[in-house]
């Protein structure tokens, strides 16, 4: 670890699976101190059974995120980073969502996220030291059908997060997006519940679509080029070990290729592409 010996501690949100459970395992090994947070109790029983300093945390809720906060700054004083990686993705046609089932999908992808990082920020900036790490998507820059919510909250973060590194660009405050493509992880499955629950099939103009989607979303196998979170938890090291983090990290193939196709196509070829493209989510 960079700039002092001393045992740093982190801040993880989203740590009952997938990404999350591979970065509070990780990080503990690499030697620092991980706060890992879930917003089911039972999850917190988990990780506190695995010798973790764990707290509930539902991004959704705000007296719980201030809860939570409370929680580690008794813990420690001086919280070196926060991991932003709890979330969910709304499947489903724009058309067919609600504005409340919109703004569900912001209140755990973008507002808890904004609200967590603005609690952390104070003690941060008065030690002049930290690094943030947002876990955003192949979706945070390119946009696919019946994922509309889910898009729309990771734009919105990297436009946020973008807008928060000038700010903060006098300071040693470090921020970085991490976007994933396919990760091994329990994504789909709980996608595919957030689908059922805010989605009316019956009155929907996409039944065929959404009959290939559930079939997606219910499938056991992964999509091509999916990779296994410790490929995120390899990014997320540099991000706080380095003196110089990238501002990106693209994790899997179709990420990098995306990305590349972003600068060198017209968009209406890329609106081709993507329409096409199969499951590109982030865990």
């Known amino acids: ?36 947070t879930a917003r089911k109790i039972d999850d917190v029983t988990k990780l506190k059974n695995l010798g973790f300093d764990a707290f509930l945390l539902d991004l959704a809720s705000s007296d719980s995120i201030q809860a939570a906060i409370s929680k580690v700054f008794q813990k420690t004083d001086s919280l070196y980073a926060l991991i932003n990686n709890g979330a969910y993705g709304q499947a489903g046609a724009l058309e067919d969502i609600s504005r409340e089932v919109l703004e569900k999908q912001f209140q755990t992808n973008v507002f808890g996220w904004h609200e967590l990082t603005n609690l952390v920020l104070p003690s941060m900036k008065e030690r002049n030291l930290g690094r943030i790490v947002y876990i955003s998507s192949v979706l945070g820059f390119v946009a696919m059908p019946f994922r509309g919510p889910y898009v729309a909250s990771k734009f919105a973060i990297e436009g946020l997060v973008d807008t928060l590194r000038l700010e903060l660009k006098k300071t040693r405050i470090k921020l970085c997006i991490v976007q994933p493509g396919p990760i091994e992880s329990k994504f789909r499955q709980n996608a595919f ?14 039944k065929k679509e959404y009959k290939a989607m559930i079939e997606r979303l219910n499938s056991d196998k992964n999509v ?25 990290y693209r994790v899997t ?27 590109g989510d982030k865990d």
């Open 1 to 36: 670890m960079d700039e002092t010996s001393t045992v740093k501690t982190v801040l993880i949100t989203g740590c009952s699976s997938g990404i999350g459970h591979c970065l509070a395992h990780g990080l503990r090994a690499a030697g620092y101190r991980v706060f890992a």
């Open 193 to 206: 519940l957030a689908f059922k629950e805010n989605v009316d099939v019956s009155n929907s103009d996409y």
């Open 224 to 248: 091509q080029f999916t990779l296994a979170p410790e490929s995120v938890l390899r990014c997320v090291l540099h991000a706080l070990g380095s003196k110089v983090p990238k501002n990106h």
């Open 253 to 279: 193939f179709p990420t990098k290729l995306f990305a590349f196709l972003c600068r060198i196509l017209p968009s209406s070829w890329m609106d081709n592409i993507l329409s096409r493209a199969e499951d």
